[in-house]
């Protein structure tokens, strides 16, 4: 059965606010649609201040699939920037929450775990981000401290003093993804 996927965004959204501190309300929703590429992707326009989600459309009848595309960029429209070589950090958040949204089940997280592995643009830093253990609270205090609070500005010196973790993990989480999103042969 299909769903509200403008419902379901605000859903993720609110519970990520809860969880991670208020959005940069300055933008407005613009529907969730589909498009041809094989990934979901959040569309910022900085200008007119507005945030499209568009979705897989291999994934259409998926409803599973489509959550976890919507409850995954709904990290990102936390702190919207214009980039597709998002950092590491914000990736890994990103995929790290949607897998323990709370509709994900323990199989199809196995599944998704699984299959992304042949990603490196999302397994890389998602197993990066583990390392660090996050809690919420940490993952606010990060958002709020960051430059313009948003996670594409975070620095390793914050990660180290947020996270207490190495410099070595706090640099890698600082990578920024290329702006492919193919898998790896």
């Given amino acids: 059965m299909a769903f509200d996927f403008d419902h379901e965004l605000q859903t993720a959204v609110k519970s990520y606010e809860s969880r991670y501190g208020a959005r940069d309300n300055r933008f407005r929703f613009l529907p969730v649609s589909f498009h041809a590429l094989p990934y979901a992707q959040t569309l910022v326009d900085d200008t007119s201040f507005t945030l499209q989600i568009k979705l897989d459309q291999d994934a259409k009848g998926q409803d599973e699939r489509l959550k976890f595309q919507i409850w995954h960029e709904a990290v990102h429209c936390l702190a919207p920037v214009k980039s597709m070589e998002t950092l590491w950090f914000e990736e890994g958040l990103a995929v790290y929450s949607c897998l323990y949204a709370p509709h994900m089940t323990r199989d199809y997280r196995r599944r998704c775990i699984k299959g992304m592995k042949s990603f490196p643009a999302w397994y ?26 948003k996670f594409d500005l975070v620095t390793p010196e914050l990660i180290i003093d947020v996270f207490g973790t190495e410099p070595t993990l706090a640099s890698s989480l600082c990578n920024r993804l290329d702006t492919t999103r193919e898998a790896k042969a």
């Fill in 124 to 149: 890389a830093p998602y197993e990066a981000f583990k390392k660090l253990k996050a809690t919420d609270e940490q993952i606010k205090a990060i958002h709020d401290r960051a430059p313009q609070r």
